[in-house]
T-cell receptor
Framework: AQKITQTQPGMFVQEKEAVTLDCTYD???????LFWYKQPSSGEMIFLIY??????QNATEGRYSLNFQKARKSANLVISASQLGDSAMYFC??????????????FGQGTELSVKP | SQTIHQWPATLVQPVGSPLSLECTVE??????LYWYRQAAGRGLQLLFY??????ISSEVPQNLSASRPQDRQFILSSKKLLLSDSGFYLC???????????FGPGTRLTVL
């Protein structure tokens, strides 16, 4: 079964507008972490934001915020004021902590975001 | 600051040939190290991880192997490449199991 689901294969957004990228997850662990990474066409994976399962407040990093809804098991990424440089693939990932020696990350299939001028 | 290097950046190899991809991390000690593979248009799949020198855990059975001869060096190898080994290989590190992972620039491998 899919542990991380990203239902939007591709998204378009107008420059300077906000966009939400969806991510739902499945775990029975009480302690886990959720991550978002950006992958531009160069291929490098760039860490954007992290949310711990026990964090009460939604994580924010500059123009990125994570809309964490624990009961719904969703961890959507919100990008405010989109820029042309935001065009890239975005991956949601989860780390389950129980018996997870090494901190293995499970990735979703990604969402390709295109920012239009 | 910490940096992570991978080489080569691109590689084209015939089926049946050996493989050696190298990853090194600078600016930290005793990192957790990871090898991921990304097929075209897909998410990342963890292949191996290491929590210390000589300690390798395999996630996916395949014809690949990994070694960690030094604290900040992680090597991915194969004795005989298959067509299905083509993909984008990414090395990553973290300071501990519960921390975010930082990725290297990747190696694009094409097996012909």
């Amino acid at each position: 079964a899919q542990k991380i689901t990203q239902t939007q294969p591709g998204m378009f957004v107008q420059e300077k507008e906000a966009v939400t990228l969806d991510c739902t997850y499945d775990t029975s662990d009480q302690s886990y972490g959720l991550f978002w990474y950006k992958q531009p066409s160069s291929g490098e994976m760039i860490f954007l934001i992290y949310q711990g399962s026990y964090d009460e407040q939604n994580a924010t990093e500059g123009r990125y915020s994570l809309n964490f809804q624990k009961a719904r098991k969703s961890a959507n990424l919100v990008i405010s004021a989109s820029q042309l440089g935001d065009s890239a693939m975005y991956f949601c990932a989860m780390r389950e902590d129980f018996y997870n020696q090494g901190g293995k990350l499970i990735f979703g299939q990604g969402t390709e975001l295109s920012v239009k001028p | 600051s910490q940096t992570i290097h991978q080489w080569p950046a691109t590689l084209v190899q015939p089926v049946g040939s050996p493989l050696s991809l190298e990853c090194t991390v600078e600016g930290t000690s005793n990192p957790n190290l990871y090898w991921y593979r990304q097929a075209a248009g897909r998410g990342l799949q963890l292949l191996f991880y290491s929590v210390g020198i000589g300690q390798i855990s395999s996630e996916v059975p395949q014809n690949l192997s990994a070694s960690r001869p030094q604290d900040r060096q992680f090597i991915l190898s194969s004795k005989k490449l298959l067509l299905s080994d083509s993909g984008f290989y990414l090395c990553a590190w973290s300071v501990r199991e519960s921390a975010e992972q930082f990725f290297g620039p990747g190696t694009r491998l094409t097996v012909l």
